[in-house]
């Protein structure tokens, strides 16, 4: 399927070609971030859907009323540990989106350690406790911060989510496979219906060593349904085989995993995503005689 489909998601993957390419900018000219300074942390944007500014002393007039949040089904905290998992499991959506997107991933400080501001959405003015960074986040969300930081580590060792260039859509050095591919539940068939409730791509090895990078195909799988669904995981060269990354909905530290202790997956596995998670796959060349 051509990369030069119209969906604002598949756009903002590719570092928004839709608008620098033309003007001649390349991926690295698209800054993307979740949250920022302004508006919700990223804690927040999963656990409420109204601003609570009336602290800020305008009578909750200020800050944006349009915060594109979502409570998980009950406005702020909550003992629930099912809304605390599914809120969780965002946060990690959202990461992963971010990291395997073109263009400069920007995180709010605090973020990958799950910092909340009470649902103030504009919070600049308050130089009180609950508005500092508490770093004893760092223990009690060790578990968001290691998925953030393997991320992170992950990104950088693969020079394809950090193009100079622009994905084509094309195979352009022989590989025998686009650059970039796009998937549903089944490979090569996308969801870019009206309704679409997944979201699929796989990035191609070869071109990631052709950019200098270490060669191994990448596969990104977004269920954002309300029930699970099963993808089938896209074919690889002969020789090769799928490694599991990361899985969102799992619980630390089984949810990402360190280079080389990445777990085989079987030749004909089909991921079932449960519903509002995400997964990453490594293709990986077999080693003769056995698995890499």
């Avoid at 946060?91 to 990291?99: D, F, Q, R």
Wanted: charged content about 25%; proline content about 5%.
């Amino acid at each position: 399927a051509s990369c030069r489909n119209e969906s604002v998601w598949i756009q903002r993957i590719m570092g928004s070609p839709d608008l620098y390419r033309e003007s001649g900018r390349k991926p690295s000219a698209s800054v993307n971030f979740i949250t920022c300074h302004d508006g919700f942390t990223l804690a927040d944007l999963f656990a409420y859907e109204k601003k609570y500014n009336l602290e800020n002393g305008e009578n909750n007039k200020d800050g944006g009323d349009d915060n594109w949040s979502w409570n998980c089904g009950t406005e702020g905290p909550t003992a629930d540990s099912e809304i605390n998992d599914l809120r969780l499991r965002c946060a990690k959506n959202a990461m992963t989106l971010l990291m395997v997107s073109q263009g400069v991933p920007m995180l709010y400080m605090g973020d990958e350690m799950g910092r909340t501001q009470r649902g103030n959405n504009n919070a600049y003015c308050h130089d009180k406790e609950w508005n500092w960074l508490d770093w004893n986040l760092v223990a009690q969300n060790a578990g968001l911060l290691r998925y953030t930081r393997l991320l992170i580590a992950f990104r950088r060792a693969h020079a394809s989510l950090h193009r100079p260039d622009w994905f084509t859509g094309e195979d352009g050095i022989g590989s025998g496979y686009t650059d970039i591919s796009w998937h549903g539940v089944e490979p090569e068939k996308p969801d870019w219906g009206e309704h679409s409730h997944s979201l699929a791509f796989m990035i191609c090895g070869q071109h990631d060593h052709a950019l200098g990078g270490c060669g191994e195909f990448l596969y990104a799988a977004f269920n954002m349904h309300t029930e699970p669904l099963d993808f089938a995981l896209p074919r690889l060269p002969a020789g090769w085989s799928w490694r599991l990354l990361a899985d969102s909905s799992r619980p630390s530290p089984e949810d990402i995993y360190e280079r080389g202790h990445e777990p085989l997956l079987p030749a004909d596995a089909r991921l079932s995503l449960i519903p509002k998670s995400c997964v990453l796959c490594l293709g990986r060349e077999d080693i003769v005689n056995g698995h890499g």
